[in-house]
């Protein structure tokens, strides 16, 4: 079969990716034409209720429900600052896809890896290589390419 998938699963984290890669691109078509005539805020607010619904509902199908008392006050901190950040990150971008070409729009927004990695490197003291670099080069190259 391909190569990166092996009999453990252990490259199973390139499937999940590829899926949300998909199902991101879904995601801005979708808006963009479901935000039309409306309000972008409006519209993100009604796209955030249907995510509330979906997230829940799988956590309380498959059962995890009952490790949220056992949510360190460091994780509550940490996932609700990312929830405003994603909050945040989610009232720009459909802002801006509503004004803008979603052609545009999507990949000036992934403008995010690069500002992810350097993140990492300082952060959380990841690795810095050749290939991350050379493919965070190509991503800001691209991106400026989108801009001009």
Same mark, same amino acid.
């Given at each position: *079969?391909?190569?990166?998938?092996?009999?453990?699963?252990?490259? *199973?984290? !390139? !499937?999940?990716?590829?899926?949300?890669?998909?199902?991101?691109? &879904?995601?801005?078509?979708?808006?963009?034409?479901?935000?039309?005539?409306?309000?972008?805020?409006? #519209?993100?607010?009604?796209?955030?209720?249907?995510?509330?619904?979906?997230?829940?509902?799988?956590?309380?199908?498959? #059962?995890?429900?009952?490790?949220?008392?056992?949510?360190?006050?460091?994780?509550?901190?940490?996932?609700? &600052?990312?929830?405003?950040?994603? =909050?945040?990150?989610?009232?720009?971008?459909? %802002?801006?896809?509503?004004? =803008?070409?979603?052609? %545009?729009?999507?990949?000036?927004?992934?403008?995010?890896?690069?500002?992810?990695?350097?993140?990492?490197?300082?952060?959380?003291?990841?690795?810095?290589?050749?290939? !991350?670099?050379?493919?965070?080069?190509?991503?800001?190259?691209?991106?400026? &390419? *989108?801009?001009?």
């Amino acid at each position: *079969m391909f190569s990166i998938f092996n009999r453990k699963g252990k490259n *199973m984290w !390139v !499937v999940y990716a590829l899926l949300s890669a998909f199902f991101a691109a &879904l995601t801005s078509i979708l808006a963009k034409i479901g935000i039309e005539n409306v309000d972008s805020n409006l #519209g993100t607010a009604i796209r955030t209720i249907v995510i509330l619904f979906i997230t829940f509902g799988i956590v309380f199908a498959t #059962g995890t429900a009952y490790q949220i008392p056992n949510i360190t006050a460091k994780s509550w901190t940490f996932l609700i &600052l990312s929830g405003c950040a994603t =909050g945040l990150s989610w009232l720009f971008y459909f %802002k801006a896809l509503q004004i =803008g070409d979603a052609s %545009k729009v999507v990949p000036v927004d992934k403008f995010s890896v690069v500002i992810t990695m350097i993140m990492a490197f300082v952060f959380l003291k990841e690795a810095v290589t050749w290939q !991350v670099i050379g493919g965070g080069a190509l991503i800001t190259l691209g991106t400026l &390419l *989108m801009i001009w």
